[in-house]
């Protein structure tokens, strides 16, 4: 079975920096895309970033130039750098791979269970 955990959340300062990381588990083969996603208290799930196996990445016009995602393809990890935050970024944070080839079998998302990510002004 795959499973996606992600570590990094927390409380900051408006101004300040956060590092959230992702990990894929399980006997994995490829991972097509993975992201991360956001959800806001009375809002619904949105997209912050993504980044394919070619390293090709999108992110959402909110969060450009403040934060980078990353990937390591050989550890199955993905990071966002999250620089300059604000408190409209208090979210929970959620991990996702896509297009998951693995041992047992094709899964076509993976979940995590979410970081929540707090910034006080």
């Known amino acids: 079975q795959v499973q996606v955990v992600e570590s990094g959340g927390g409380l900051v300062q408006a101004g300040g920096s956060l590092r959230l990381s992702c990990a894929a588990s399980?006997?994995?083969?490829?991972?097509?895309?993975m992201g991360w996603y956001r959800q806001a208290p009375g809002k619904q799930r949105e997209l912050v970033a993504a980044?394919?196996?070619?390293?090709?990445?999108h992110y959402a016009d909110s969060v450009k130039g403040r934060f980078t995602i990353s990937r390591d393809n050989a550890k199955n990890t993905v990071y966002l750098q999250m620089n300059s935050l604000k408190p409209e970024d208090t979210a929970v944070y959620y991990c996702?791979?896509?297009?998951?080839?693995?041992?047992?079998?094709?899964?076509?998302?993976?979940w995590g269970q979410g970081t929540l990510v707090t910034v006080s002004s």
């Open positions: 996702n791979a896509q297009d998951v080839v693995a041992g047992k079998g094709w899964y076509p998302e993976v």
């Open positions: 980044v394919t196996s070619g390293r090709n990445t």
């Open positions: 399980g006997t994995i083969f490829s991972i097509n895309a």
